[in-house]
Every structure is written in structure tokens, then in C-alpha cells.
């Protein structure tokens, strides 16, 4: 079993510090909003965002896929009473020349394999495309 750890503070009623292992992230906790900086939400949205592209790195050496880039857009509904996300939804955009149904196959691994999309997908639905870009 694989254990994970961060610690986050208050710097001030404008934002907060999260950190992991030697990386620091500043984000948005202030009720007004900051351009500068992830709110929560996205910040839930940058995790699956990274799910997907380290699920994509973990296959393509296994699947023998040949890739120059990769891109995901991800978007979120959130409803305010309760205050939760009710779906989200992505595009991948992949750079390559195989086949049609090679990109599915990626696309199938993604989603099988990865830790943040299976976990998110217990509690909220997710749909997603993948297409060559």
C-alpha cells in the first residue's frame, strides 16, 4: 500500500500553503477569490488533470505508443446547496500518428489504471473524450 502526506497552513486571510515531499503550492482560501493562485476546486481538477497524464505515462511504454503531446481540458459543475461538484467532464488531446483505435486503447487505460479519476469516480461522475489533436 502506497501512503501519501501533505501539509497545508494559513499564510494569511488571502491564501494558504500546501506542501508535498520538497514542492510548495500557494493557493486561493480567501472567501473573495484570487486570480493568482488554485482554489480548491481546482486544485481537485489539477489532480485528476495530473492523474491522467502520469496514467498516460505509465501505459505508453507498456503499449508501445508513440506520443509527442498530450493535453487535457477538464470542467466542473458545482451546485451550491450543498456545496459540492455534480460533474466533470474532459477532453484529451493527443499528438501522435497512431491509429484511431490505438488512442481509444490509451484512452481505456487511462481510465482503468489511474488513482485519482477511480477514487473521483466513486463519489461524482466523470465523462471524458480522447481525440487526436
Same mark, same amino acid.
Given at each position: 500500500?502506497?501512503?501519501?502526506?501533505?501539509? !497545508?497552513?494559513?499564510?494569511?486571510?488571502?491564501?494558504?500553503?500546501?506542501?508535498? %515531499?520538497? /514542492?510548495?503550492? &500557494?493557493?486561493? =482560501?480567501?472567501?473573495q477569490?484570487?486570480?493568482?493562485?488554485?482554489?480548491? !476546486?481546482?486544485?481537485?481538477?489539477?489532480?485528476?488533470?495530473?492523474?491522467?497524464? %502520469?496514467? /498516460?505515462?505509465? &501505459?505508453?511504454? =507498456?503499449?508501445?505508443?508513440?506520443?509527442?503531446?498530450?493535453?487535457?481540458?477538464?470542467?466542473?459543475?458545482?451546485?451550491?446547496?450543498?456545496?459540492?461538484?455534480v460533474?466533470?467532464?474532459?477532453?484529451?488531446?493527443?499528438?501522435?500518428?497512431?491509429?484511431?483505435?490505438?488512442?481509444?486503447?490509451?484512452?481505456?487505460?487511462?481510465r482503468?489504471?489511474?488513482?485519482?479519476?477511480?477514487?473521483?469516480?466513486?463519489?461524482?461522475?466523470?465523462?471524458?473524450?480522447?481525440?487526436r489533436?
Open positions: 500500500m502506497l501512503e501519501y502526506q501533505v501539509h !497545508a497552513h494559513r499564510i494569511d486571510a488571502h491564501g494558504s500553503e500546501v506542501a508535498a %515531499k520538497q /514542492a510548495r503550492l &500557494v493557493v486561493d =482560501t480567501d472567501p477569490g484570487r486570480a493568482d493562485a488554485f482554489n480548491p !476546486a481546482e486544485m481537485l481538477l489539477g489532480a485528476l488533470a495530473a492523474c491522467i497524464i %502520469k496514467g /498516460a505515462e505509465r &501505459v505508453l511504454p =507498456t503499449l508501445g505508443f508513440s506520443l509527442r503531446g498530450l493535453e487535457v481540458k477538464l470542467h466542473a459543475v458545482r451546485q451550491d446547496s450543498p456545496p459540492k461538484i460533474s466533470i467532464d474532459y477532453v484529451i488531446a493527443v499528438d501522435t500518428d497512431e491509429p484511431d483505435h490505438r488512442i481509444e486503447l490509451l484512452h481505456t487505460n487511462i482503468k489504471y489511474g488513482t485519482i479519476s477511480n477514487t473521483l469516480a466513486l463519489a461524482v461522475p466523470i465523462d471524458g473524450t480522447i481525440r489533436r
